[in-house]
C-alpha cells in the first residue's frame, strides 16, 4: 500500500507543480485521535468506533494538508493531502495507513474538477464532511462510498449545488478495471445559508464489497440507487433524513436515517445527538439505533461518546474519542 501512496502522491504533486505561477497559501493541519469502547456482544473493550475493518474511527495520528493556488480572481487550484497511520485489530500491519483525500482540484470556468481520491457526489456523504464523526450517514453501511478513487466536476449556483462523479467503486483501496461507480447529484439550498437542503442524487455502476481496505468478495456486483435527503437547520435544532433505494447484486435494497441533534450553551459547546437507521437487503431487515454527545473543549480539543445498539447482532456498544485537530504554522 506505501507503493500506492507514493505513486499518487508524486502523481499530485506533479500536476501540481505543472500549474501556472500563481500565488499560494498552505494550511497544514496535525491531526490525532484516541478511541475506545466496550462491545457487549464481544464481551471486550474495542478499539475502533464501528467494526475493526472499517477506516473510521481507529487510535491514528496523521495530518491534513491543503494548499491552494490563486491569482487576482481567487482560488484557481486546491491540493489536499490527508493521510493517518491508525491502530489495526484486524488482520495486517499493526498500523494501516490510511490515504483519506489525495485529489487535486482545478477550476475550470465556472465549475470545479477534481481528479483523485474525493467524495463521489452520491449521498449525504458528499456534502457532509464526516471522517471526524461517530455518528456517521449511510454510506459507512455500504449505501454509497465516503471517499472514492476517479474524478468529478461539480459547480455552486445561487439556489445550491449540482454534479457528476466517475469513480472506480472501491472506496479506500485503489482498484482500477474491475469496477465502477457513476453518479450525479443536485443539492436545493444552502444550509449554513438558507436553514435547509434538500439533496438528489443518482448512481450506478459495478462497484466492490469493501471495509475499510479490506475486500469482503471476490469481484464486483451490480448496483444501482436513487437517493434524497433533507436537511433542517432551526435555532439550536438540527435534522437530517437520507432515504436511499435500488438493488445491489440482484436483491432490492434500501436505507433510511434520521439524525436529529440539540446544540447548547454559547458556540454549541455541548451537541446531543440520536440517530436511528434502518437497512433492508432483500427479505432481511436491521435495526441500529445510536445516541451521541459531542463536547468543544477548546479550539483544538474535542470529546465525543456513542452508544449504538444493533439488534440483529443483538450488540450494545460504547465508544469514546478523544480528538485532536490543530493548524501549524511553518
Not at 499518487?8 to 490525532?32: C, D, H, I, R
Not at 483523485?116 to 450517514?137: I, K, T, V
Request: aromatic letters at 10%; proline letters at 4%.
Amino acid at each position: 500500500m506505501s507503493r500506492i501512496f507514493r505513486i499518487v502522491l508524486t502523481t499530485l504533486l506533479a500536476a501540481s507543480a505543472a500549474l501556472p505561477v500563481l500565488g499560494s497559501g498552505t494550511l497544514f493541519f496535525l491531526e490525532a485521535q484516541a478511541v475506545a469502547g466496550f462491545s457487549s456482544a464481544a464481551g471486550k473493550t474495542v478499539f475502533f468506533s464501528h467494526h475493526r475493518d472499517e477506516a473510521m474511527q481507529k487510535p491514528s495520528l496523521g495530518f491534513d494538508y491543503v494548499r491552494r493556488f490563486s491569482d487576482a480572481s481567487g482560488d484557481r487550484a486546491v491540493l489536499a493531502v490527508q493521510f493517518r497511520l491508525a491502530a489495526n485489530e484486524g488482520g495486517g500491519p499493526a498500523l494501516e495507513p490510511q490515504l483519506y483525500n489525495a485529489y487535486l482540484k482545478l477550476k475550470v470556468g465556472p465549475a470545479g474538477l477534481w481528479f483523485g481520491h474525493n467524495r463521489p457526489r452520491f449521498g449525504l456523504a458528499a456534502d457532509l464532511d464526516s471522517h471526524a464523526l461517530l455518528l456517521q450517514p449511510l454510506s459507512m453501511s455500504g449505501f454509497g462510498f465516503d471517499r472514492d478513487w476517479g474524478a468529478g466536476a461539480e459547480r455552486d449556483f445561487s439556489w445550491g449545488r449540482a454534479g457528476v462523479s466517475l469513480t472506480t467503486g472501491s472506496g479506500m483501496p485503489l482498484a482500477v478495471g474491475k469496477s465502477y461507480f457513476l453518479a450525479a447529484r443536485m443539492s436545493l439550498g444552502v444550509p449554513e445559508r438558507d436553514n435547509v437542503s434538500l439533496g438528489l442524487s443518482a448512481g450506478g455502476g459495478r462497484v466492490l464489497e469493501v471495509m475499510g481496505y479490506h475486500r469482503m468478495s471476490e469481484g464486483s456486483h451490480p448496483f444501482g440507487a436513487l437517493q434524497a435527503d433533507l436537511t433542517l437547520l432551526r435555532d439550536n435544532l438540527e435534522s437530517r433524513v437520507e432515504v436511499v433505494a435500488g438493488r445491489k447484486d440482484g436483491r432490492p435494497v434500501a436505507a433510511l436515517m434520521w439524525r436529529a441533534g440539540l446544540s447548547l450553551f454559547p458556540e454549541s459547546r455541548l451537541k446531543v445527538e440520536v440517530q436511528p437507521v434502518a437497512l433492508f437487503h432483500g427479505e432481511e431487515t436491521e435495526w441500529q439505533i445510536s445516541g451521541g454527545v459531542t463536547i468543544l473543549v477548546s479550539a483544538d480539543w474535542t470529546v465525543r461518546g456513542m452508544v449504538r445498539y444493533d439488534r440483529e447482532m443483538k450488540d450494545t456498544t460504547a465508544v469514546v474519542q478523544i480528538y485532536y485537530y490543530k493548524g501549524l504554522r511553518f
